[in-house]
């Protein structure tokens, strides 16, 4: 089994950029499809991108045009490149492997990681 750790979040000015990793362990990223998953303070955790292993990349609408999802299957890992940030993207970021991209609720597998925190503020 897979597992992913995220990193890279941190505190951001409105308007700014981040750069997200997922990187795998336990077995190679290989064509795994992975989802990249927020959950905003009292909110539910919601999926934000799903990425394929052929880098075909599904967006939320709240985050389509600023975020970027990427892969580098021989380095196992996952990119997210958020750019122009909001407050409103201030959350808490995981990825996780899920059953393909097709819908939009796909299966995870394995366990949640701790996320890596994403704070955006002036």
């Known amino acids: 089994q897979v597992q992913l750790v995220e990193s890279g979040g941190g505190l951001e000015k409105p308007g700014g950029s981040l750069r997200l990793s997922c990187v795998a362990s336990g077995s190679a990223l290989g064509l795994r499809a992975v989802g990249w998953y927020r959950q905003i303070s009292g909110k539910e955790r919601e999926l934000i991108v799903c990425?394929?292993?052929?880098?075909?990349?599904r967006y939320k609408d709240s985050v389509k045009g600023r975020f970027t999802a990427s892969r580098d299957n021989a380095k196992n890992t996952v990119f997210l490149q958020m750019d122009s940030l909001k407050p409103e993207d201030t959350a808490v970021y995981y990825c996780?492997?899920?059953?393909?991209?097709?819908?939009?609720?796909?299966?995870?597998?394995?366990?949640w990681g701790q996320g890596t925190q994403v704070t955006v503020s002036s």
């Open positions: 990425i394929t292993g052929g880098s075909i990349a």
């Open positions: 996780i492997e899920v059953a393909g991209c097709l819908s939009s609720d796909p299966s995870a597998s394995g366990s």
